[in-house]
Structures are given as structure tokens and as C-alpha cells.
């Protein structure tokens, strides 16, 4: 499967901010798909996930001001950014992963999104 995020950009604080991440491939219905981040000069984390049956799983720092869903039809996972802060800045991935493996293998290049103060 490939990936290409998209709709990062320079924002406010307080602002809000929606990245879509498109796939291809046939199978993305079944694929658990994540959002990770990576701020400048810092590891790349984990953000959020949300499965085939649209379960999903935040981190602790995102909770409550970032909403992720997906829509299978269109082979799309988005994810929804409000009140974001600039410690928000970051280049946002998008991530799959296969049913029953434990790691994400597949990565999209990345959209920065940079929150001024």
C-alpha cells in the first residue's frame, strides 16, 4: 500500500487543522492505519491509531483535541487537529498496518504542519 498525507500548513495557535491521508491498494479496509509525529530534532511518536472496525487509540498528549477517522470508501484516514498548541509543531506520517502484524510497514512522506505562537 502507499501513502501521501496531506494538509499540513502554518497555523495559529488555537487553530484548528484536518490531514487526510490517502491510500492505494484494495485491501486498505483491513489495514489498522496511525498518525505519528516528529518535531524538529526529536524521535518520531506515536499519535493515534484506528482499526479496520474503527477502534482507535490515542496517545495521552493528543487527547481530547485530536480526532482521527477514516472512510474506507474512499481509501482515506484523516485526522483532526483542534486548539493546537506550537508544541503541536511536527511533520505528520500516516502509517498502515497489516491485520496480525504488530508493527506499521508501510509510510507516507509526511505533511508539516507549524503552529506560531
Known amino acids: 500500500v502507499q501513502l501521501q498525507a496531506s494538509g499540513g500548513g502554518l497555523v495559529q495557535a488555537g487553530d484548528s487543522l484536518r490531514l487526510s491521508c490517502a491510500a492505494s491498494g484494495r485491501t486498505f479496509s483491513s489495514y489498522t492505519m496511525g498518525w505519528f509525529r516528529q518535531a524538529p530534532g526529536k524521535e518520531r511518536v506515536f499519535v493515534v491509531s484506528?482499526?479496520?472496525?474503527?477502534?482507535?487509540f490515542y496517545a495521552d498528549s493528543v487527547k481530547g483535541r485530536v480526532t482521527v477517522s477514516r472512510d474506507n470508501a474512499k481509501n482515506t484516514v484523516y485526522l483532526q487537529m483542534n486548539s493546537l498548541q506550537p508544541e503541536d509543531t511536527a511533520v505528520y506520517f500516516c502509517?498502515?498496518?497489516?491485520?496480525?502484524?504488530?508493527?506499521?510497514?508501510?509510510w507516507g512522506h509526511g505533511t508539516l504542519v507549524t503552529v506560531s505562537s
Open positions: 502509517a498502515a498496518r497489516e491485520s496480525g502484524v504488530s508493527v506499521f510497514g508501510y
Open positions: 484506528i482499526s479496520w472496525s474503527g477502534s482507535t
